[in-house]
């Protein structure tokens, strides 16, 4: 299909600004309704897959050049439906064949949510909400006032090993936070400690954040009621202690020290689990959740995306996508946060529970003098790329930002694909301006360098511009 290629500064969507010798050299997969998408920095389209019957979350591309993708199942789980929900995962060929596919099931017990990892051993890490009723989470000394949906949502994270011969795969590890539970409330119930701060390695039961998962992005909240806007309900906070508890939202996988990566968003932490002992055996973020430290101790704010990163001098760290909150953190930034020794005999990190936490050792935010210029409330996605450069998912606006590490900008990409409640998917042309209120949300995005082993010996040539 030939178009005609608009001049960058003429252009209202896709590509808006490109610096060729700064930027990575590659190109960016992402995913809206049934399709994934594979571009280049130029914003046209190289490859693409369609899932035909089931709306795509995140989608990865393999080092075999397959795409592992999840697949949303609302008609099948409508009981475990909220943001980030999906059910299915599948690796498909290049061609959009099948390789394996696999839910978990029961649909009115499970559901996959949110990002996946890839391993390296070929096997997958999956995160996995788990109902459990009433009874159960009183059973382990939750307060009955923080049951209003009168069930709560356990988290577990399994690792799937692909069996490519029957086309499925099968769990050969589990982690459940509810195996790591801890609460000051009822004696009578065996996770019960006198001093919640005493056991950090545990998740307090009972940490609920005031008005749920709204309020806890923008405090503001609850001092509001539900009104009435023309056609736009205006809703006040959600509930104290509602079922999704913990809502992790990203995993992350350590080969080195066999380690796992959680990004709690409604603790606004991230934990490290050591896949050996199942252990918490790090936590950074918001000490209060630990029932040690104060609101003046808090460094992460809803956050999304965290994930290990070593840079070429061997550091570890994690780079993390700090959303904020209002009022009081009303600014989005990419944050990179070195990560303290680990301790092979303990078990632990040095100061693994942040008592003296250092600031970031690389941070972009918002423009000087203009913190809301960039305020992402609740999504967002961020990536730190081959040649240093550091990839960002503006997740509410679908803006598409690479920076270098001097915080200079070599790429942006203005996406011109969004969801249209009455036909599916629709696309900006090119000159026109996006249609107000509509939804261009991403939940990630991800670039592969040209030496990525996935893209060896395939067909590469831009073909067409989403924005037609």
């Not at 949510?113 to 995160?127: A, I, M, R, T």
């Not at 205006?234 to 066999?258: F, M, Q």
């Not at 670039?447 to 067909?459: R, V």
Request: hydrophobic share 35%; glycine share 8%; with cysteine.
């Amino acid at each position: 299909m030939f178009q005609h290629k608009v001049p960058i500064e003429e252009r209202t969507v896709g590509t808006l600004h490109l610096n060729e010798d700064k930027a990575q050299d590659g190109y960016t997969l992402f995913s809206k309704g049934f399709d994934t998408f594979l571009i280049n920095n130029d914003g046209k389209v190289v490859h693409e897959w369609s899932s035909k019957s089931r709306k795509v979350f995140v989608a990865h591309l393999l080092k075999n050049g397959n795409l592992l993708r999840d697949g949303n199942e609302s008609l099948n789980a409508p009981l475990l439906q909220t943001g980030g929900a999906a059910g299915y995962i599948e690796e498909v060929t290049w061609d959009n064949e099948l390789v394996w596919r696999f839910n978990f099931r029961p649909f009115e017990v499970f559901l996959s949510h949110h990002n996946f990892e890839p391993l390296p051993n070929g096997n997958v890490l999956v995160l996995c909400w788990e109902r459990k009723s009433k009874e159960e989470a009183i059973a382990v000394g939750r307060r009955p006032e923080y049951i209003p949906d009168n069930e709560v949502w356990n988290d577990i994270v399994v690792e799937l090993e692909p069996d490519k011969v029957n086309k499925t795969a099968k769990i050969v590890w589990r982690w459940s936070a509810w195996d790591h539970l801890v609460q000051n409330f009822d004696p009578r119930k065996p996770e019960f400690v006198e001093d919640i701060a005493h056991h950090p390695d545990k998740l307090d039961i009972n940490q609920c954040v005031v008005g749920g998962k709204n309020a806890n992005r923008n405090r503001l909240l609850l001092t509001l009621k539900d009104v009435k806007e023309g056609e736009f309900k205006v809703t006040k906070a959600g509930r104290t202690g509602e079922k999704d508890w913990l809502h992790i939202n990203n995993v992350s996988y350590d080969p080195g020290l066999d380690q796992v990566m959680l990004s709690v968003n409604s603790f606004s932490e991230v934990i490290i689990i050591s896949r050996k002992s199942g252990r918490i055996v790090y936590r950074r973020g918001n000490p209060a959740a630990q029932q040690r430290g104060t609101q003046d101790d808090r460094s992460l704010f809803c956050q999304h995306s965290a994930k290990f990163y070593t840079d070429n001098q061997g550091n570890r760290s994690f780079i993390v996508y700090n959303n904020g909150r209002l009022p009081d953190r009303a600014w989005t930034s990419v944050d990179i946060i070195r990560l303290p020794k680990f301790n092979e005999t303990l078990g632990l990190y040095d100061d693994a529970w942040q008592a003296n936490a250092e600031p970031p050792t690389w941070s972009y935010g918002y423009t000087p003098g203009r913190p809301m210029s960039w305020f992402d409330t609740h999504i967002g996605h961020c990536q730190v790329l081959e040649n240093g450069n550091i990839l960002i998912l503006q997740g509410t606006t679908g803006t598409l930002v690479e920076v270098t590490k001097e915080k200079t900008e070599a790429w942006r990409y203005y996406f011109p694909v969004y969801t249209n409640h009455e036909s599916g998917v629709a696309f900006v042309r090119q000159k026109y301006h996006r249609p107000f209120r509509a939804d261009f949300r991403f939940f990630m995005a991800a670039k592969y360098p040209p030496s990525f082993s996935g893209l060896k010996g395939k067909k590469l040539c831009g073909y067409r511009y989403l924005e037609a």
